[in-house]
């Protein structure tokens, strides 16, 4: 069983957006190892320097890093990622798994985003729509498309 890593910058602060998520926490359990971590961003003052938001960044990468599972398929959230439809995301999922990366980590930033080298590292860089979101629905965004991914691997139903 897949282990996929969650790693995310910031906490959930609507209590809906926490239903949801948990809902899908619940749904995955039969696919794959679930982990998320919440990772705190660095404070920023109302209008920041570029040099500020680059620094932040950095610190950022740092503790991401940290997290980053060995032998992972990475991902990395980011607004000038390519777009993939549920069966591709799916069919990466799979390749990972014949190619015998035992994890993936998704990586969602802060609400400036990932740091450069972040985006480097990254095998893949996802963007989930042009359109703009609110930042904290990207996770619940991100767990319905593996939920998704999973569903369409196993052929059940979910996926029309």
Known sequence: ??????????RLKESYL????KEYEKRLKGYCTLKIYELEPVLLP?????KQIA???????EMIEKKLASNA????????GKQLSSVKLSEK???AAVQGRSAINFIIGSSYGLAPR??????IRLSMSEMTFPHQLARVMLLEQIYRAYTILSGTHYHK
Request: charged share 25%; glycine share 4%.
């Open 1 to 10: 069983m897949q282990t996929v890593n969650i790693i995310c910058l910031g």
């Open 46 to 50: 109302g209008e920041p320097s570029e």
């Open 55 to 61: 620094n932040a960044l950095e610190k950022e990468a």
């Open 73 to 80: 398929l990475t991902v990395a959230m980011c607004i000038e």
């Open 118 to 123: 972040i985006k480097t590292l990254a095998d």
């Open 93 to 95: 999922m799979a390749e």
């Open 18 to 21: 926490r239903d949801a998520c």
